[in-house]
C-alpha cells in the first residue's frame, strides 16, 4: 500500500510519500518540504503562512510525486494532517487533501499530527515501547502507550518548550532561518555562564511562560533586545518597556573577585535558557519511566533534534540502565512522511475520513486518538 501524506500545521508545507509492505519496514519513497521563513525578531502569522503554503503546495505535491517515481494509479489514500496546529494553514493543507481525493477517486485519513511525529520516530528508530517525550514550537508532552491510546502523562501547561525559545529569538531578532531554536541552539554552544533562571516543575507539568519573562528581561536589562550582533542599550521607544521589564527582576550583585555581570553575553543567556528548560523535561520523562517501569525514551517533535536535549537525556537514560532514541531534522522537524506513515497504519485498520468529515482543528490532543493498529 502507498500513501501520500500532506502536513501543513505550523510554517512548513510537506508531501511525504511512503510504502507499507507484509512484513517489511516502511519504505519512504519521498519526503519534500518548504518552510516558511519571517524576518528577524518577528514570528510567522497564520495568514502569512497560509499563504505560503497556498503557493508551494502544489509544486511540492509534483516533486514529491516525481521522486517517488509513482502514479495517481499507485496511491491507495491521501492522508492530511487534522490537527492540532494554527488554523488557517492547516486549512490549506486539508483542503488540498479532499482536493486530490475527489479528482483522483482516493479514499482520505486525517491524522493527528502528534500521532504522526511518535509513530514515524517509532518507525525510523526502532523503539519498542518508549515513554515518548514529545517537544515543539506548539506542544509539549510527556506520553506513554497503554490499551491503543498514547496516554500524557505530563504537558506544558502555558506555552510550549519550542515556542519559548523561538519566542526569545524575536527578542535577540535572531534569524529564522532555518529555524529560531537551531540558531539559539548553535549559540547556546558558546555560552559560559549559567544565569539563574526560574525553574518550574510542578508534578509531572512544566511551566515556561515565567521562565521567558525572566530571560526577557535579562536580555533587556543588559542591552540585547532587538540586537542580534551589538550589545548597545535599547534607547527610543522601547524605554517605557525597558523600564516596565527591570521592575521585575533584581540583578545579583556582582561576584567578588570573578566576573562582572556586564561580561554575560547573549550566548551565555541562550545556554541558561536551554539548560534550564532542558533539566526540567529531563525531569519529567525520567519520573514517567519510574512510573511506567521503561527504559527507553523516544524524542520527537523539532526541538528533538537539538544535541543539547538530546545528550541530557541520554546521561539521564544511562544511569537508569535505559536508551534514548532520537530521529534527524528529516523527521524531528515537521514533515509530510510522518502523516502519510500514520495514515496509512490507520488505513489499513479500515479508517476512513469521509468528505463531511474532512475538517481541521487547533485543538486535537494525542491520547482522543485509537491507535488500533497496535494491540500490544
Known amino acids: ?57 502544489t509544486p511540492v505535491i509534483e ?26 494553514p492547516l486549512g490549506v493543507g486539508a483542503i488540498a487533501a479532499r482536493t486530490l481525493s475527489l479528482l483522483w477517486g482516493k479514499a482520505l485519513v486525517g491524522v493527528n499530527h502528534c500521532v504522526g511525529h511518535i509513530e514515524m520516530g517509532r518507525a525510523t528508530t526502532g523503539a519498542s515501547n518508549p515513554v515518548v517525550l514529545y517537544v ?19 504537558e506544558a501547561l ?50 515556561f511562560s515565567g521562565i521567558l519573562s525572566s530571560v526577557d528581561a535579562w536580555a533587556v536589562k543588559l542591552g540585547f533586545q532587538g540586537s542580534p550582533e551589538s550589545s548597545e ?63 527507553q525514551v523516544l524524542i520527537v517533535g523539532g526541538v528533538g533534534s537539538n544535541e543539547r536535549l538530546q545528550q541530557m537525556m541520554g546521561e539521564m537514560a544511562a544511569a537508569r540502565g535505559g536508551s534514548v532514541f532520537a530521529t534527524d531534522e528529516r523527521f524531528c522537524i515537521d514533515n509530510g512522511i510522518m502523516i502519510a506513515h500514520a495514515g496509512l497504519l490507520a488505513y489499513g485498520t479500515g479508517v476512513r475520513t469521509g468528505l463531511e468529515e474532512s475538517t481541521f482543528t487547533q485543538r486535537y490532543r494525542t491520547d482522543e486518538v485509537l491507535v488500533g493498529w497496535r494491540d500490544d
Not at 500500500?1 to 502536513?7: D, R, T, V
Not at 516533486?63 to 492522508?79: F, K, S
Not at 514550537?137 to 505530563?154: D, E, K, L, M, P
Request: charged residues 20%; glycine residues 10%; proline residues 6%.
Open 1 to 57: 500500500m502507498l500513501a501520500l501524506g500532506i502536513e501543513g500545521s505550523a510554517n512548513k508545507i510537506g508531501v511525504g510519500i511512503i510504502k507499507h509492505a507484509p512484513d517489511s519496514p516502511p519504505e519512504i519513497l519521498s519526503n519534500i518540504r518548504h518552510t516558511y521563513n519571517s524576518p528577524p525578531g518577528h514570528g510567522f502569522l497564520p495568514k502569512d503562512t497560509a499563504l505560503h503554503h497556498r503557493a508551494w503546495i
Open 63 to 88: 516533486q514529491a510525486m516525481t521522486e517517488a517515481g509513482v502514479t495517481v494509479d499507485d496511491i491507495d489514500c491521501i492522508c492530511y494532517t487534522k490537527g492540532p496546529g494554527m488554523g488557517a
Open 136 to 154: 515543539s514550537g506548539g506542544n509539549t508532552q510527556v506520553i506513554a502507550y497503554a490499551s491503543q491510546r498514547y496516554r500524557i502523562f505530563g
Open 158 to 207: 502555558d506555552i510550549a518548550v519550542g515556542n519559548c525559545l523561538d519566542r526569545f529569538a524575536r527578542t535577540l531578532a535572531i534569524s529564522n532561518d532555518p529555524a529560531p531554536g537551531y540558531n539559539i541552539e548553535q549559540m547556546a554552544k558558546r555560552g559560559r555562564r549559567l544565569v539563574e533562571l526560574p525553574y518550574a516543575v510542578k508534578g509531572m507539568d512544566c511551566s
Open 233 to 295: 542599550k535599547a534607547s527610543g521607544d522601547e524605554d517605557g518597556a525597558k523600564v516596565e521589564v527591570e521592575a521585575q527582576i533584581e540583578l545579583p550583585p556582582e561576584e567578588g573577585g570573578g566576573e562582572s555581570l556586564s561580561s554575560i553575553t547573549r550566548e551565555d543567556l541562550c545556554f541558561s535558557l536551554q539548560e534550564t528548560v532542558y533539566a526540567m523535561l529531563v525531569e519529567i520523562t525520567e519520573r514517567a519511566m519510574a512510573h511506567v517501569g521503561s527504559s
